[in-house]
């Protein structure tokens, strides 16, 4: 089983168009995925989102997303580790899968598995 690290970090934002004027202007690019529910940056070999309302999972601050090979066996490990599972993993389409879980100090953590 491969961690390739964080590649990934969600934001949830209060204002999508004032976020995105923010991050466009550090990132110096434009979008990459850019529409009402979700705006996307592909940065340095990273992801950088942006999710109005902190989206469907409620987020309220940002979460990085671990890329590993196998993501039900990360949650086994973690979980056995003293982790618990906040969101199984589920396809987000294009063989995606993402999931979340949170450590002993309810912070929440991501992983993600493309197929």
């Known amino acids: 089983m ?5 590649k990934t970090v ?4 209060s204002d999508l168009a004032a976020a995105k004027a ?3 202007a550090l990132l110096g690019v434009e979008p990459t995925t850019d529409s009402p529910y979700y705006v996307g940056y592909e940065f ?3 992801q950088i989102g942006l999710l109005p309302g902190g989206g469907p999972q409620g987020m309220t601050s940002p979460v990085a997303y671990w890329h ?3 993501i039900e066996a ?7 580790a003293g982790g618990t599972v906040k969101d199984a993993a589920k ?4 063989g995606r899968l993402v999931a979340s879980f949170t450590d002993a100090d309810g912070n929440v ?3 993600v598995q493309d197929q």
């Open 91 to 94: 396809d987000v389409g294009g």
């Open 44 to 46: 340095a070999g990273q």
């Open 22 to 24: 923010v991050y466009t």
């Open 2 to 6: 491969t961690n390739e690290g964080i």
């Open 109 to 111: 953590l991501g992983l």
């Open 68 to 70: 590993v090979s196998d």
């Open 74 to 80: 990360k949650l086994a490990e973690v979980t056995a």
């Open 10 to 13: 969600l934001h949830p934002v």
